[in-house]
């Protein structure tokens, strides 16, 4: 079993900022990659950001410029530092990771969410 917790939602006006953190526990063997995902009320679930354990980043384009992704690969951790914050980046976001936990068999994993509200 795999577990993600996430942390770090929350409420801010706009303009400011908030860091997301979630920490992969449990049976993992390796790391693939790790990243977040957002979604809003009555809209489908998307990519923010992601990071391969080879060091690739992957951003969407509403959020490039104002979000980075970074890992802590030996504590299994990824961040989600996020700045100039929008109304529209209102959302549930979840952190997902791609992992293998034997050496031959892998599998995608997903946190519970948490909420991010942008609003004044």
């Known amino acids: 079993q795999v577990q993600l917790v996430e942390s770090g939602g929350g409420l801010v006006q706009p303009g400011g900022s908030l860091r997301l953190s979630c920490a992969a526990s449990?049976?993992?063997?390796?790391?693939?990659?790790m990243g977040w995902y957002r979604q809003a009320p009555g809209k489908q679930r998307e990519l923010v950001a992601t990071s391969t354990s080879g060091g690739s980043t992957n951003y969407a384009d509403s959020v490039k410029g104002r979000v980075t992704i970074s890992r802590l690969n030996a504590m299994n951790t990824v961040y989600l530092e996020m700045n100039s914050l929008k109304p529209e980046d209102t959302a549930v976001y979840y952190c997902?990771?791609?992992?293998?936990?034997?050496?031959?068999?892998?599998?995608?994993?997903w946190g519970q969410g948490t909420q991010v509200t942008v609003s004044s």
């Open positions: 449990g049976s993992i063997f390796r790391l693939i990659a």
């Open positions: 997902h990771a791609l992992l293998y936990t034997t050496p031959l068999s892998h599998d995608e994993y």
